[in-house]
């Protein structure tokens, strides 16, 4: 069975600070690690990461995969109380059969104090 | 670019009867296109994966003559919850895949069966 774990499952900061999110995972056939930021309604898209050690950048976040320990993690620099939701990681698996596995961790609850 | 939408955002229907939900990628052609549903303060779950054109493929657990879904075109699918039941009752969001593992979510649909 397909695996993804986050951690911290929560993570309470002042504004400034800057956080690292990690996400592991256990799957067949890993075909992309996929980072979602999620506030009151659907995820929004950060991150697609297929390759190891190539940082994918976008402002005040960052990402890196390491595909051969298994892991990712979103780092955010200088938070801001906007940055406060729950960070989804999930993990995109090729099945063979024409559509793809997808496995969502639980989600790391980031809460940014002013 | 890559925006999702969905509709109706909120429906309020009565036991026995049957709702649909519209999944609509506005801006690119979602060859595949995924169902979710999501429980307060839990992460995603995958209900199924449609492509266009073809029977969807569900997940474990989820009654594919209960969730019924179509992906008609490149732009379109919609899913329908027939005999709804109390328990029915979540958000429930769509995403279309833009390129392969990377997918937009649509805004979500609140569910509630009286």
């Known amino acids: 069975e397909d695996k993804v774990v986050q951690s911290p499952l929560s993570l309470v900061v002042h504004e400034g600070d800057t956080v690292t999110l990690n996400c592991s995972y256990e799957v067949t056939n890993f075909r992309s690690l996929l980072w979602y930021k999620q506030e009151k309604k659907a995820p929004t898209f950060l991150f697609m990461l297929t390759s190891s050690g190539i940082e994918k950048k976008s402002g005040r976040l960052s990402s890196i995969l390491d595909k051969k320990e298994l892991f990712s993690i979103l780092n955010i620099t200088a938070t801001q109380t906007g940055d406060s939701a729950v960070y989804l990681c999930a993990v995109v698996t090729y099945s063979g059969g024409g559509a793809d596995g997808l496995t969502f961790g639980k989600g790391t609850h980031l809460i940014i104090q002013p | 670019g890559a925006v999702v939408s969905q509709h109706p955002s909120w429906v309020i229907c009565k036991s026995g009867t049957s709702v649909k939900i519209e999944c609509r990628s506005l801006?690119?052609?979602?060859?595949?296109m995924f169902w979710y549903r999501q429980f307060p303060k839990q992460s995603l779950m995958l209900m199924a994966t449609s492509n266009e054109g073809s029977k969807a493929t569900y997940e474990q657990g989820v009654e594919k003559d209960k969730f019924l879904i179509n992906h008609a075109s490149l732009t379109l699918s919609t899913l329908t919850v027939t005999s709804a039941h109390p328990e029915d009752s979540s958000f429930y969001i769509c995403s279309g895949e833009r390129t392969v593992g990377e997918q937009y979510f649509g805004p979500g649909t609140r569910l509630t069966v009286t």
């Open positions: 801006d690119f052609q979602a060859t595949t």
